[in-house]
């Protein structure tokens, strides 16, 4: 595609005031209360038979909605943020590659999540990224620090252990330490990781935090320091933690902080963070591959799970770093950061968007029409402008009628052939 050739609307938007509230969500939600979910299987690649990421994004986020305990994770995307409008928009990285999302929603910001999780994770894996190329061009001591708990208590009980050692180590004795041995610089990052073995009928969640520990020099005999006050701490809290269970790796040479950028990085910041990571022994699954199979065909003991689980870690802080690890990222002039521009923003009319959510999997296909459109302009695509001439004409219906709800999703389904 030519690199000059953006796309213009066919429609342009004029600005119409939208009012689109929790009680329209909770409408919404109406057509999922049964633990049989319908869920249309129709890929979205007409010449694959595996769905699109958005398509199972979306079966999950039906999931979500349909079982979450937690009332912001199931409005979330639904409802409007006030004096906003919801708006389709699509972005073009330096790469060249298209990704579309809604704009003006309320989101849940929950780590569980999969469209939140998403998003903030993304941001997330370029400050890491950015802070360990600032530490590789200044000679700084990266260390990758692995704590896991027994699995006993329950799964906030150990969370809560978990991050109560973690943070006695690094803001009291680690710091401590190396200060007496010259270290002028100590700054951190952390992430918890969650696996899920559903074989494990007692515990089935598998909770450890991977840290990043950078330091402008190197101190010798931390491995050991590191375990004997990790194994102290746990015993005042009731835990007797394994030495198999825990692991420190400094990495001493440009060559390795290159591979951990390019493997372990991506590994810790990305899949940890996201939830996508499986565990090393069989059966155990991140967390998001989990819930993305689960939520295919849902069944009660695993819908128990989810429930426990999303009540076991309400408020736990899944990811955090030191200000001046955050600082480091920030003033590293990285050449490679994506520059995303965004190329396209449709608002969406209020009866087109509670026609659009009532319909499942229909919010993925629009994107992916949108994502086809911006990539080969020159095409006809002619469900995709049916579509948009639907979305831009809805603007001017400001208040909610159940007749053009029904009209729009009429439309939908002829259009998108659900």
């Given amino acids: 595609m030519n690199a000059q050739i953006e796309y213009q609307p066919e429609i342009q938007t004029p ?4 009012a689109f509230s929790h009680h329209v969500a909770a409408r919404v939600l109406r057509r999922a209360n049964s633990t049989e979910l319908d869920r249309k299987k129709r890929s979205l690649d007409k010449e694959g038979d595996n769905p699109s990421i958005l398509f199972r994004q979306e079966r999950l986020m039906d999931f979500q909605r349909s079982f979450s305990p937690n009332k912001s994770m199931a409005y979330c ?7 906003q409008k919801p708006t389709l928009k699509a972005f073009k990285n330096a790469q060249g590659n298209y990704f579309t999302g809604f704009g003006g929603l309320n989101s849940c910001d929950n780590y569980l999540c999969p469209c939140c999780n998403q998003r903030s994770a993304a941001q997330r894996r370029k400050d890491t990224q950015n802070s360990l190329l600032y530490a590789q061009k200044n000679a700084y001591s990266v260390n990758l620090l692995t704590f896991t708990p027994p699995k006993i208590g329950t799964a906030r009980e150990r969370i809560t252990a978990l991050n109560k050692a973690y943070n006695y180590i690094i803001n009291n004795a680690l710091k401590k330490f190396t200060r007496r041995r010259g270290v002028r610089d100590f700054q951190h990052t952390r992430s918890i990781d969650l696996t899920i073995n559903e074989n494990n009928r007692s515990q089935p969640f598998h909770f450890h935090i991977h840290a990043i520990i950078l330091m402008d020099r190197e101190v010798s005999g931390l491995k050991e320091y590191i375990w004997k006050a990790y194994k102290r701490i746990m ?7 394994s030495k198999n269970a825990y692991d420190y790796r400094p990495i001493k040479t440009a060559r390795g902080v290159e591979d951990y950028l390019n493997k372990s990085f991506y590994s810790l910041s990305f899949e940890t963070t996201s939830g996508l990571k499986n565990g090393k022994t069989t059966g155990s699954i991140g967390v998001l591959n989990w819930l993305y199979k689960v939520s295919e065909k849902p069944k009660r003991r695993q819908i128990d799970l989810y429930k426990a689980l999303i009540k076991e870690t309400r408020r736990v802080r899944w990811w955090s770093c030191s200000r001046g690890f955050k600082e480091m990222g920030e003033s590293y002039k990285n050449k490679k950061d994506e520059q995303i521009k965004e ?6 009319g209020i009866n087109m968007w509670y026609a659009l959510n009532t319909l499942s999997g229909s919010r993925a296909m629009v994107q992916d029409l949108l994502i086809k459109r911006l990539e080969s302009p020159d095409e006809d695509h002619s469900e995709w402008k049916e579509i948009h001439v639907l979305i831009a004409g809805s603007i001017y219906e400001p ?3 159940p007749r053009m709800i ?13």
């Avoid at 995307?77 to 004096?83: A, C, D, E, R």
């Fill in 15 to 18: 600005v119409v005031g939208l």
């Fill in 77 to 83: 995307g639904l409802s409007v943020i006030p004096n």
């Fill in 235 to 241: 015993n005042k809290l009731g835990y007797s933690p």
């Fill in 343 to 348: 190329v396209f923003s449709q608002e969406i």
């Fill in 399 to 401: 208040d909610i009628s």
């Fill in 406 to 418: 029904e009209t729009y999703q009429l439309e939908l389904k002829r259009i998108l052939q659900l």
